[in-house]
């Protein structure tokens, strides 16, 4: 089965900040990897799917980049409605999901 | 959208079936799945199930442990549990899987279901 690994699980950062979020696959997945974000209480929501694409109404200072075994999210200027937790996902013949990052406030 | 059943408090042992009603796209050709999150926990995919025709699939995690099924009559997946258990506590998060240009990501989410097993 593909692992999926997270870094950071945590991670302060203030409002402006350029933040990056990895991902890591056991074995090679290609780019079939998606980005979900969820809020505190609320439901996850799709942000990037093939590694790369953004979600439509997501806001551009999203990005995510990668391919093979290593991605990235990126935040380019983190904004208050960005406190979130963060995960990456895979589907092979199951979906796995990484473990989750908490983005917080400094 | 995807909307949910509402939050469920339930004692050891007893059975439960929840729902998920979808609105606003062909049902029968999309998959939907489920996802559990453990009090503070992360996301665990636990199955998915085609209305078309109720090909049902199931992680090995949760295999044997919960039924998933569908009305397409009523536009309607069911997650359901003969015999809860505390550890069943959890928030039931219904997914919509797209396989046609998203690389089979749920690009929508119910609101959730939380269920609370408790003596």
């Known amino acids: 089965d593909i692992q999926m690994t997270q870094s950071p699980s945590t991670l302060s950062a203030s409002v402006g900040d350029r933040v990056t979020i990895t991902c890591r696959a056991s074995q090679n997945i290609n780019d079939l990897l998606a980005w979900y974000q969820q809020k505190p209480g609320k439901a996850p929501q799709l942000l990037i799917y093939?590694?790369?694409t953004l979600e439509s109404g997501v806001p551009s200072r999203f990005s995510g980049s990668g391919s093979g075994t290593e991605f990235t999210l990126t935040i380019s200027s983190l904004q208050p409605d960005d406190f979130a937790t963060y995960y990456c996902q895979h589907y092979s013949s199951y979906w796995t999901f990484g473990q989750g990052t908490k983005v917080e406030i400094k | 959208q995807l909307v949910q059943s509402g939050a469920e408090v339930k004692k050891p042992g007893e059975s439960l079936k929840i729902s998920c009603l979808a609105s606003?796209?062909?049902?029968?050709?999309?998959?939907i799945g489920w996802v559990r999150q453990m009090p503070g926990k992360g996301l665990e995919w636990m199955g998915i199930?085609?209305?078309?025709?109720?090909?049902?699939r199931y992680s090995p995690s949760f295999q044997g442990q919960v039924t998933i099924s569908a009305d397409k009559s009523i536009t309607t997946a069911y997650l359901q549990w003969s015999s809860l258990q505390a550890s069943d506590t959890a928030m039931y998060y219904c997914?919509?899987?797209?396989?046609?240009?998203?690389?089979?990501?749920?690009?929508?989410w119910g609101q959730g279901t939380m269920v609370t097993v408790s003596s």
């Open positions: 997914v919509r899987r797209e396989q046609f240009w998203k690389n089979d990501a749920f690009d929508m």
């Open positions: 199930i085609y209305p078309g025709d109720s090909e049902t």
């Open positions: 606003g796209y062909k049902f029968n050709i999309y998959w």
């Open positions: 093939k590694a790369s």
